[in-house]
Every structure is written in structure tokens, then in C-alpha cells.
């Protein structure tokens, strides 16, 4: 098979884990495992027809691990993160790799770091595509304004577009990393989903169009409730209330509470919690008024340093900073 254009970012990138080379690999696919030295896991590398790549990593590192590179070539990535946490340094922008979110990256000529640590698994899919294909997929002779790679780009060497994942972009997922086929099959089955993907995040992100997500048997009335659970943990934020108690003070089981508000919301109900309780303390520390601790006392975190670690992942940086910028 012809050598890709994404072969020497995805050598430098292999080589910087200590992947070790082709454990059982197949004619346009390899699975590479980590080093025992640097961590437990693997990396499957998928190459497909049309020349889309795709890289599903799953592992923990046994230490924290920068990974640093310049790349001079261009390329289009589409990036699931489905576990774990890091934080990407690319062309001076900073960008925060988070559980359940996905981005769309434009990179030409950069450099990049990837900075991991080590409290959980990392688990991340990414579909690459060569431009002079996404520019293919992008042509419109109707369009007056085509999209097309250089046009989104501009001057800049990298552009990202930040988005949750969705209960149905989780569904072709699992489809894509639990292919029933091998080999030759399994290429064609892979790039199909990865296609899939593509439009779907294409779609929402360059024509600002939303992802169809998957619909549960949910009724007006039952979206109500849902509202209403939104708005209880807003309220009960300092002390929120427990799954199943959230369910019986709105009037809905916890199933379909679960499922009803990652569709509606798009996440789950403590992740919501939590991204609500970074967004409040922010906000307080920004006025000046309180201390990092009674920040972390008033959204409901009784640890102090518990609270400062989650921020520090969450926003990239310690809380105490925010204090320091006011003085």
C-alpha cells in the first residue's frame, strides 16, 4: 500500500509512547502495544482506501508524559476523547482533552504537545483526512462561497472546533471500534463509519447545522421534568441531591432521567453538575470577593485540595492564579 502523507506525524507520535512495532498486524492495519516500561495498553492504526486514517488509543501511562513534535505537512483530524484527560499545546493555543467531547482540527505547518497524566485510562479515537480529499468532499459548483481547507484556515496554523459527543455519535463509535469484520473488510467497514462521522461533525461544525442525536420515548411532559432537574441542580448545587433522589423530586424514573438528560443536555447529569460547579467558583473567584476555599465551600466541595485538582484539570490552571491576576 502507498505510503500516507500522515505516516512520519504518526511514527513520531508511536515512537514518543514506545509503541512497540505491528503487534499482529495486517495488510493497512497495525496494533501497537505499550511498552511496559512507559504503560499498559494499545494503539490500532487503520488505513484505508480513500486514504482517511484512523487511530484508536487505548491505555494509562504508568507517569505523566509530554509528547512534543513540529510537523511541516497539513491535515484534517476529527478527535473523540471517550476517556481520560491531557491538555494539547498547538501553535501557542492551549486546549483541554475532556471526557465525552470531541474536536475538529485544521493543522498545517505546527508544532504540538500533548501533555498526559496518569489517574486514568486515556481512550481516543481520531479519523484523519488527507486535505486534497476533504477539499474533494468539500467542492460545491452551486456554493459562491465554497469551504474549502486554506479558506478555513487562513493564516493560522491551527483551528480547532470544540463539541460534545451525543448519544448517537457514541452509537457509531462503538460501532467502528467493535467492527465484526477483519481485514479487507474490516478497512471498508471502518472508513464507512468514519464517513459517517465526518458528515455528521462536517455537518454541525462548518454549516453550524446540529448533529442528529439518537431520540429516547420521551413525552412533553417528561422534558418538562427534565427542565425542572436541570433547574434543581442549579439550586441544590452546594449540596445536589443523589441520582435516585433527583429522580423522585421530579417525577421521573431514573432511567430514563439518565438517558433523557444526556440527550437533552448533552451529558450526563453529574457531569452537568460538575461543569456547572467550575463554571459558579470561576465566577466567584472573578469577583474578588471570596477565597479559593469558601469558592469551593459555596459549590459544595468540603475538600479543599480536591476541589483545587479538579479545577486546575478542568480549566487548565490553579484557582489561586485567578486571585493572583486580581492583585
Do not use: W
Request: proline share 3%.
Amino acid at each position: 500500500m502507498e505510503v500516507t502523507p500522515f505516516k512520519q506525524i504518526f511514527d513520531l507520535y508511536f515512537d514518543s509512547l514506545s509503541l512497540q512495532q505491528h503487534v499482529g498486524s495486517g495488510r493497512g492495519t497495525a496494533a501497537r502495544k505499550l511498552d511496559r516500561t512507559i504503560g499498559e495498553g494499545y494503539v490500532n492504526h487503520v488505513i484505508t482506501q480513500s486514504g482517511i486514517e484512523i487511530i484508536d488509543s487505548n491505555y494509562q501511562l504508568a507517569d505523566s508524559r509530554n509528547v512534543s513534535f513540529h510537523f511541516n505537512a497539513a491535515m484534517v483530524e476529527l478527535s473523540f476523547c471517550l476517556q481520560g484527560n491531557g491538555e494539547i499545546h498547538a501553535s501557542g493555543t492551549r486546549h483541554k482533552l475532556k471526557a465525552n467531547n470531541c474536536s475538529l482540527q485544521f493543522m498545517h505547518d505546527f508544532d504540538v504537545s500533548f501533555q498526559y497524566g496518569i489517574e486514568t485510562p486515556i481512550r481516543t479515537l481520531a479519523i484523519c483526512v488527507p486535505v486534497s480529499l476533504f477539499d474533494r468532499y468539500m467542492y460545491d459548483l452551486e456554493s459562491k462561497s465554497p469551504i474549502s481547507f486554506t479558506g478555513i484556515l487562513g493564516s493560522n496554523a491551527f483551528r480547532m472546533f470544540h463539541m460534545s459527543i451525543q448519544p448517537e455519535t457514541l452509537r457509531i463509535l462503538n460501532q467502528l471500534i467493535k467492527s465484526p469484520f477483519t481485514a479487507t473488510m474490516h478497512r471498508m467497514y471502518a472508513e464507512s463509519k468514519a464517513l459517517e462521522l465526518l458528515a455528521i461533525f462536517f455537518d454541525a461544525a462548518l454549516f453550524e447545522r446540529s448533529a442528529p442525536s439518537q431520540t429516547a420515548s420521551l413525552s412533553k411532559n417528561d422534558r418538562l421534568k427534565l427542565v425542572k432537574a436541570q433547574e434543581v441542580l442549579h439550586d441544590r448545587m452546594a449540596a445536589p441531591p443523589s441520582l435516585i433522589e433527583l429522580s423522585r423530586i421530579v417525577g421521573l424514573n431514573d432511567y430514563k432521567l439518565k438517558i433523557g438528560f444526556k440527550e437533552q443536555y448533552g451529558k450526563s447529569v453529574f457531569a452537568y453538575l460538575r461543569d456547572k460547579r467550575m463554571d459558579k467558583a470561576k465566577e466567584l473567584l472573578q469577583t474578588g470577593q471570596v477565597s479559593v476555599s469558601q469558592a469551593a465551600g459555596l459549590v459544595g466541595y468540603a475538600n479543599f485540595s480536591h476541589f483545587a485538582e479538579l479545577f486546575r484539570k478542568y480549566y487548565g490552571y490553579n484557582p489561586s492564579e485567578l486571585i493572583r491576576e486580581r492583585n
